[in-house]
């Protein structure tokens, strides 16, 4: 891990921002409004939840705003996150947001909404300085903001120790496993500079009405006041220097909807729906190009699976007893249909299982029809040239070279013979490499 111990002092005024979901948090380098998900076994998850909880104990009225990204991993957080405040009894209100200025006009009607709380922003608002905008918005004090969000960077006014309003739960396993960590000290001490040049441009303006100098501490050697001034010119840019270079990384961490699964499993054993979501949200990223193949892989075999193992919400049936721990990883489909069907018919508990498959990354092909979802997806569309009359002659080509008949291609996929829809996956690996078609991208 990159955290390492920390002063008693240091922890204590980590204590100090953090008040309202938990005391200090051990384990952190500098004093930073920002919990670690993955520490202590996901506690801040857990403290947050608490502080909702909490929050809607002096109140029967909406005492949380969810502001949530809209899109996919935005749409699945949310509901993981609504259903949970539901079971609790937390009275919410959601709303979508797609850019900084939406999240700018919801923060300003807080002034006139003074039984929240708390406003959680999910997958959106790192970006934007959210302590800033709780003054202007002139909010009650005891509004607090909580961000999870997976894109980063992280804007470094949100981090600093300065912010009493603002807590970023962080889920970044990747600037984890590198031990990179924002440079939170760095922005504060740059800001106490800017802070400090801007005092004495001040002072060097001020108009003394007695004429009198002020007072010199006496004569001090040029040369090392000139040296000390350059090395302190010297850190400073390097400072300034490796912000720099901190906003100019650019990429995703933990998805959003995968940390909020995770309070799910601690608070209550997750159900199937939160699961679907999740995997849903993953999909979702690995399909845009946002995480690689060897990311997705593990967080689906490490996350989903895991959660689906060790769950007992997972039962097919209504019984309450837990499957014995038999194998079924390697058994074929037939035979886990054989053995689902017996379970059955003998009123057995059976497990559902989470299995790995190769899709075709075709836009809903199961609910459509083949062709319109090739031309409704971005990578065929392209590749294939779809938008000339030499894509849409490619296309047909394509069709009658892997065996797909017009009277399968052009009716929905549930309608479509059993034997091609088994072979539908092969026939587009084995005749798409001559249309220009890579496999790992079909």
Request: charged share 30%.
């Amino acid at each position: 891990s990159r955290a390492n111990a920390i002063s008693s002092q240091k922890g204590k005024r980590v204590s100090s921002h953090l008040c309202g979901i938990g005391g200090a948090v051990p384990g952190r380098e500098g004093a930073m409004v920002v919990r670690n998900v993955r520490e202590n076994d996901g506690r801040a998850l857990l403290e947050l939840l608490d502080h909702l909880r909490q929050g809607a104990k002096t109140s029967t009225d909406v005492t949380v705003r969810i502001l949530a990204a809209a899109d996919h991993d935005g749409v699945c957080s949310t509901k993981i996150l609504a259903r949970m405040l539901e079971s609790e009894g937390v009275k919410h209100l959601v709303t979508p947001v797609r850019e900084n200025t939406d999240i700018i006009e919801e923060f300003q009607k807080l002034e006139e909404d003074t039984e929240v709380r708390s406003v959680v922003l999910l997958n959106c608002g790192a970006s934007l300085d959210l302590q800033q905008q709780l003054l202007d918005s002139q909010a009650s004090e005891e509004v607090k903001c909580f961000v999870i969000d997976a894109h980063r960077p992280f804007l470094l006014a949100n981090l600093s120790e300065r912010n009493q309003r603002v807590v970023v739960l962080d889920d970044d396993p990747t600037a984890e496993a590198r031990g990179e960590r924002p440079p939170v000290e760095e922005y504060d001490a740059d800001s106490d500079v800017s802070e400090g040049e801007d005092s004495g441009d001040e002072k060097e303006n001020e108009w003394n009405p007695e004429g009198v100098a002020p007072a010199d501490d006496g004569p001090k050697p040029p040369g090392r006041k000139r040296s000390r001034e350059e090395k302190k010119q010297e850190k400073l840019r390097i400072k300034r220097r490796r912000i720099n270079e901190y906003y100019l990384a650019s990429y995703y961490a933990m998805p959003t909807a995968m940390s909020i699964f995770k309070m799910a499993r601690q608070a209550a054993p997750p159900s199937q729906d939160f699961l679907w979501l999740a995997a849903v949200c993953l999909m979702g990223y690995h399909d845009q190009g946002l995480l690689s193949e060897q990311q997705y892989n593990r967080l689906a075999w490490e996350e989903l699976k895991e959660a689906l193992d060790s769950s007992s919400d997972f039962l097919l049936s209504g019984s309450s007893q837990r499957p014995s721990a038999t194998a079924f990883d390697d058994e074929d489909d037939d035979a886990a249909e054989r053995r689902l069907r017996a379970s059955r018919t003998q009123g057995l508990p059976s497990r559902r299982r989470l299995r790995f498959e190769n899709d075709l990354r075709l836009t809903l092909y199961k609910h459509w029809t083949i062709e319109d979802s090739m031309m409704h997806s971005a990578y065929f569309y392209g590749t294939l040239e779809l938008h000339r009359d030499k894509g849409l002659r490619a296309l047909k080509n394509f069709f009658a070279t892997a065996g797909l008949p017009p009277s399968e291609y052009k009716q929905y996929f549930r309608n479509v013979e059993a034997p091609i829809k088994k072979t539908i996956r092969n026939k587009f690996s084995d005749h798409g490499k001559a249309y220009g078609l890579t496999e790992s991208r079909m």
